[in-house]
Nanobody, 127 residues
């Protein structure tokens, strides 16, 4: 089992920055890839960014490329999402997720791949 707990959400103005953290506990050696998803009101939960545990390969949704950075610590007990130049459209509940199965490329962005989820943290960006 893997437990995920998010923190760091809040309310900011457009152009500001926020850092989200995901504390990983339990079988921390199990996940192949860790990711952040987000869900805005009335929309599907969507991939934001991901990082593989061993190789550290990162991937991003097109909407956040160049603004968001995902990174993990060496012990793989914390996965962080640094969000810069926030836009109103970034408003959503952000979820940390872990997948134990192998994936590559775009397949790592599929919500169905992920076995474990955190409870979510709200990010609100106002203009």
């Amino acid at each position: 089992q893997v437990q995920l707990v998010e923190s760091g959400g809040g309310s900011v103005q457009a152009g500001d920055s926020l850092r989200l953290s995901c504390a990983v506990s339990g079988r921390t050696s199990s996940p192949y890839v860790m990711a952040w998803f987000r869900q805005a009101p009335g929309k599907e939960r969507a991939f934001v960014a991901g990082v593989t545990r061993v190789t550290g390969v990162r991937s991003y949704a097109n909407s956040v490329k160049g603004r968001f950075t995902i990174f993990r610590d060496n012990a793989y007990t914390t996965v962080t999402l640094q969000m810069n130049s926030l836009e109103v459209e970034d408003t959503a509940v952000y979820f940390c997720a872990a997948a134990t199965k192998f994936c590559s490329g775009d397949a790592c962005q599929l919500r169905s791949l992920y076995d474990y989820w955190g409870q979510g943290t709200q990010v609100t960006v106002s203009s």
